[in-house]
């Protein structure tokens, strides 16, 4: 290799902030990526999914929003139960700290976005400058900013709004290039001067005599708001940041739960294996409300509820049911086939870099009998079913009824031929064992009763004719193949296996030797699944590993790998979707609202099996 190559190819990956280096601000309804310099490389408005602003997390000339202290040291962290970040920028003789958000939507009558940046002076005076280089359109546009010096505002068009960046009194603005603008404020010791960014459908100021009260707001939102949930002694810390985290990625209009607010962060680094997750996956959000109502969040269980249910109450309700689709755009319209920008040369050129998901064209089985599960749990946790729910749950019993025996795509969306997964029949099977349990509540006659028994029971004895080897004792990915899969420890939590049976550890054991690396570290699968390219260790599935072993009476290593787990993580208290064992390095789309439900619910395991833990 020539080594002046190799030396250029690290440098220009060396422009990337890693992932764990990265926080997480949103008004829920959008949201924004904050490195450990204060430099915001990402923002998308007004909604998750709508196009970049700021995409410097894509490409390293995508744009951003930045403090400009090459010679001071930083360090940021989270304020305590909030979602506002403070970097502290200290040098010998001048030292100020960056506390950035946005302010959630409940606390505004603005109908767009609001991001502050209150800059403090810590001591003595002097000047801190900021680069303002936004490229809307994910990058394609340099946009000619107009400055209005009456209202001290920089602002440019978008196609259905105004971006507006509010800056503070006697701040110097130069422009050395299109869309570049170097933005230059004096700052006394315990001054402190805003920049406000907002996006609306119309030109908005913000009254200058609210800018003090915007942090402050902000701050009591957010401690009220994570008060409300409950969590464990001896996670309590993480499963705030946690619970905040999932808060954030919920659309205050719709009750959508994204599955990360970012695109094409790769599961490989310079690899293709790169998705759009900025769309409400039924079954993540579901799984989601699992967390939620673990710790007590009966709000956002109903908001997700009334989002699906006007999904499938609208146009043609039956056939909306029998056809449907695992995710939805944040308004629950049906997701556009994924393109490719080219412009963008990928995180770490990691490409393609997409926008839209393919995957929405796929058929996944297990989707009836996740939504069943959640109504079941909600309905246990006290939410009560409306007409409207149990008219719901009845449509997709009779979808299981009908296609239960079909080939799938499965949970991971495998885009090569479908086939009978067993985790797809397990959750179908989950699907009429909730119903059966809800036969009260849903009117259902004996004749009705004995018919889903019966379902149930082919289901299962399908199952494990199938895709169980009893030689082995492996329970297989699907029928035609002798690789295992990490879903196997989800089954016991949805007690399709019983946590008593010598067969579930088992099951569990054989899983783990196939699938784990270094006791912690879970692959999904490791054949051949038609992608090119390889993956890293997938979060979620280590913590159904940590929830199995806990409910199977393996409470102390569960404990244990729990903890060892927890102390892969950076301090940002984020987690991603994957990991490297062999580095940490953080993969894929990030933050990943699926690894924090499966922290809290191996914490709620964990607890649950280990009362006695401190």
């Known amino acids: 290799m020539n080594c002046s190559h190799k030396y250029d190819t690290i440098l220009h990956m060396s422009a990337y902030t890693p992932l764990e280096d990265y926080r997480l601000i949103g008004d829920v309804k959008t949201a924004a990526l904050v490195n450990n310099n204060a430099r915001i490389d990402w923002l998308c408005v007004p909604d998750f999914d709508s196009a970049g602003v700021f995409n410097r997390l894509l490409d390293k000339n995508g744009g951003h929003f930045a403090v400009d202290a090459n010679n001071y040291n930083s360090s940021s962290q989270y304020i305590q139960d909030t979602a506002i970040v403070q970097t502290e920028f200290t040098q010998s003789d001048h030292a100020f700290a960056v506390h950035d958000f946005m302010v959630p939507q409940p606390l505004t009558e603005i109908k767009g976005n609001l991001l502050v940046r209150n800059i403090h002076g810590k001591s003595q005076d002097g000047s801190v400058t900021l680069s303002y280089i936004p490229r809307p359109e994910y990058g394609r546009i340099a946009p000619d900013c107009k400055f209005n010096a009456s209202s001290n505002q920089l602002s440019f068009r978008l196609e259905n709004g105004t971006v507006t960046l509010g800056l503070p009194d006697n701040t110097t603005v130069e422009s050395p290039d299109t869309g570049v603008y170097t933005l230059t404020i004096s700052l006394q010791a315990d001054e402190t001067k ?4 907002e996006y609306t459908p119309e030109p908005h100021k913000v009254a200058a005599k609210s800018t003090d009260q915007l942090e402050k707001s902000t701050r009591k939102f957010w401690r009220n708001w994570v008060t409300k949930a409950h969590t464990f002694d001896f996670c309590r810390g993480q499963m705030k940041r946690s619970a905040i985290t999932l808060k954030l990625l919920q659309h205050f209009d719709t009750g959508a739960l994204v599955a990360a607010p970012t695109t094409s962060l790769p599961e490989v680094i310079g690899g293709s294996r790169n998705w759009d997750y900025r769309y409400a996956w039924v079954r993540d959000a579901t799984f989601t409300l699992y967390s939620l109502l673990t710790l007590g969040l009966k709000k956002e269980t109903k908001k997700f ?16 049911i029998k056809d449907l689709t695992h995710f939805y755009t944040i308004h629950g319209d049906n997701v556009q086939a994924e393109y490719n920008l080219e412009h963008l040369e990928g995180y770490k050129t990691s490409q393609p870099v997409r926008v839209g998901n393919s995957a929405s064209k796929q058929f996944q089985l297990d989707t009836y009998g996740v939504m069943i599960d959640v109504f ?4 246990r946790k006290g939410i009560d079913l409306t007409q409207k729910h149990q008219s719901i749950i009845c449509s997709l019993v009779a979808a299981i009824e009908d296609r239960w025996h079909k080939k799938d795509n499965g949970i991971w969306e495998v885009r090569g031929q479908r086939q009978h997964y067993t985790y797809s029949k397990v959750m179908c099977w989950v699907g009429i064992d909730r119903a059966l349990r809800m036969k009260n509540k849903l009117s259902f006659d004996n004749e009705r009763i004995e018919d889903l028994k019966q379902l149930r029971s082919q289901i299962a004895n399908w199952i494990w004719d199938n895709c169980f080897d009893h030689k082995t004792g492996k329970l297989t990915q699907h029928p035609d193949t002798d690789a295992q899969d990490a879903t196997n420890f989800l089954f016991p939590l949805v007690q399709f296996l019983d946590k008593d049976k010598d067969i579930t550890k088992t099951i569990i054991e054989n ?10 570290f879970v692959y999904r699968y490791r054949n051949d699944d038609g992608l090119n390219g390889d993956e890293g260790a997938f979060i979620l599935c280590s913590y159904w590993l940590i929830s199995a072993l806990a409910k199977i009476g393996e409470s102390k290593q569960a404990l244990s790998l729990f903890e060892k787990l927890e102390n892969q993580f950076s301090n940002s208290g984020l987690f991603p979707e994957e990991i490297s064992p062999n580095n940490g390095v953080y993969l894929s789309n990030f933050p990943q609202a699926f690894s924090h439900m499966g922290y809290i619910m191996s914490a709620y395991y964990i607890q649950k099996y280990s009362p006695d833990i401190s």
């Open 511 to 520: 899983t783990r030797k196939e699938l784990c690396f270094d006791d912690v």
């Open 376 to 379: 079941y749990l909600a309905q």
């Open 194 to 197: 805003t920049f406000i960014l």
């Open 305 to 320: 509820l009334s989002y699906v249910c006007n999904i499938l109450t609208s146009q043609e309700h039956q056939q909306r």
